[in-house]
């Protein structure tokens, strides 16, 4: 997506070969004229797929998987990664680990918002080495749904991610592919078709 990434040139950070800061536009400030667009992209890639439900991990995430929810006239569900007070009954979980922030985190999906014959889109900020959107696809698989595809803003093909979720048999559908990050240094693959 041209919009996407040459805001990623303009306004995002290269801190290293694998850290790519965007938090002037998508996960501490937010362009929601951006999020608009990236929201109708992944409409127009998955709307044919007969989409009940858009998924997202919390917490950047949320913004984009709202607009292609609201693209695709459905609800969306957040997945929790910290625990809560309220959200106590009926609850799938399972582990991942944060390629980012190299820790832990338990993801929570209540199975009430989520059934059998649901069909899921999963939105997601980053793909890198694709464990939170391993962990999204186990909680959805366990609940009965099937997996859509999962539509990535960022992805850093120089990472094992897509080839870990496409060999899980997802349709993988990425906004901008970096191909090489280094200090200072933000190259893309050509956009997919």
Do not use: W
């Amino acid at each position: 997506m041209k919009e996407l990434e040459e805001k990623i040139l303009k306004e995002g950070h290269a801190l290293s070969e694998n850290i790519l800061k965007v938090d002037s536009f998508i996960n501490h400030q937010v362009d929601p004229v951006l999020m608009q667009q990236i929201g109708d992209a992944f409409a127009g890639h998955f709307g044919n797929k007969g989409i009940t439900k858009v998924v997202t991990i919390e917490s950047s995430g949320i913004a984009p998987a709202l607009m292609t929810a609201l693209s695709l006239n459905v609800p969306m569900i957040i997945l929790k990664k910290q625990p809560s007070k309220v959200l106590n009954d009926n609850l799938l979980q399972t582990v991942v680990t944060s390629f980012t922030k190299g820790t832990s985190y338990e993801l929570t999906l209540s199975h009430q918002f989520i059934q059998e014959n649901d069909n899921v889109l999963i939105i997601d900020d980053f793909l890198a080495n694709g464990e939170a959107a391993s962990g999204a696809i186990r909680l959805l698989t366990e609940a009965g749904a099937s997996i859509a595809g999962i539509g990535i803003l960022i992805e850093k093909s120089f990472q094992p991610g897509r080839d870990k979720l496409i060999a899980q048999g997802v349709d993988v559908y990425s906004l901008a592919r970096v191909s090489r990050l280094a200090k200072g240094v933000i190259e893309f693959i050509p956009e997919e078709c």
